[in-house]
């Protein structure tokens, strides 16, 4: 368990913390972290009928685990509004950056779930996907993405399959990862966005998205490397 250097904010906990004691404070938490983590082995890990692809829901996720990379947080209470999740969430941005590994190849498997246990119901998850919305651009800027999740569940449809709705979870959340060259469907329709990407992956664009992208950057009047 890590806890922020000069922050006030809830620490992060690995799924082997849970396998000792924990303090009163995430002890309080322990139901919501359990099911995360039973949900990223039994879910994420695995394959779907409905994915459309070959492969684990999420490619990242048991890399993560097996790496001790696979962070959690958890958030009690109603936050007031949007912003108030937005402003949290930053905290962790910030820290996800200066966490170790920052470089090197075990860098793109880190990741940081910051929990929203009360924020559960269909007349609340709005506010999850609203802070992600506001969050998003600071991430892209900055070669991060930011996912949303809930078990309503969040609205958007599977890469390879548009009737599949992959970001289902039992605890909303907010997911922090580092940005890889297979994340263009999900920053295409915004030049700011679109710009990051090409920042980045420019040159190393996956084939079978390259006409996705020429198509964008034809749009911004600019052409791939």
Same mark, same amino acid.
């Given at each position: 368990?890590?806890? &922020? ?5 809830? #620490?992060l906990v690995?799924?082997?913390d849970?396998? %000792?004691?924990? #303090?009163?404070?995430?002890?309080? !938490? ?12 039994k ?16 490619p ?5 685990l ?10 009690? %209470? ?12 930053a ?7 200066e966490?170790?590994?920052? %470089? ?11 929990? =929203?246990?009360d924020?559960?119901?269909?007349? $609340? &998850? ?12 600071a ?23 548009s ?8 605890? #909303? $959340?907010?997911?922090i990862? &580092?940005m890889?060259?297979t994340?263009?469907? =999900? $920053? !295409? ?9 090409? &920042?980045?992956? %420019? ?10 992208? !020429? ?11």
């Amino acid at each position: 368990m890590l806890t &922020h250097p000069t922050l006030d904010i809830p #620490p992060l906990v690995e799924p082997r913390d849970l396998d %000792g004691e924990l #303090p009163d404070a995430v002890r309080l !938490s322990e139901e919501p972290l359990r099911a995360i983590v039973d949900w990223a082995y039994k879910y994420l890990c695995q394959p779907h009928p409905e994915l459309g692809r070959k492969g684990d829901v999420c490619p990242f996720t048991e890399s993560a685990l097996v790496r001790n990379t696979f962070y959690m947080a958890v958030c009690e %209470g109603v936050p007031a509004d949007a912003s108030q999740v937005a402003n949290t969430v930053a905290h962790y941005r910030d820290w996800f950056l200066e966490l170790p590994p920052t %470089g090197g190849p075990n860098a793109q498997f880190k990741t940081i779930l910051i929990l =929203f246990p009360d924020l559960a119901g269909p007349e $609340l &998850h709005p506010v999850i996907d609203a802070a992600q919305r506001m969050l998003k651009p600071a991430y892209v800027s900055r070669g991060l993405m930011i996912g949303e999740f809930h078990d309503g569940p969040p609205d958007k449809a599977g890469l390879w399959n548009s009737k599949f709705r992959p970001l289902r979870s039992p605890v #909303p $959340l907010l997911a922090i990862r &580092h940005m890889v060259a297979t994340d263009f469907p =999900f $920053l !295409s329709l915004d030049d700011d966005h679109v710009a990051a990407y090409l &920042h980045r992956f %420019g040159d190393r664009v996956p084939t079978h998205l390259q006409p996705q992208v !020429s198509a964008a950057t034809a749009r911004m009047g600019r052409v791939l490397p």
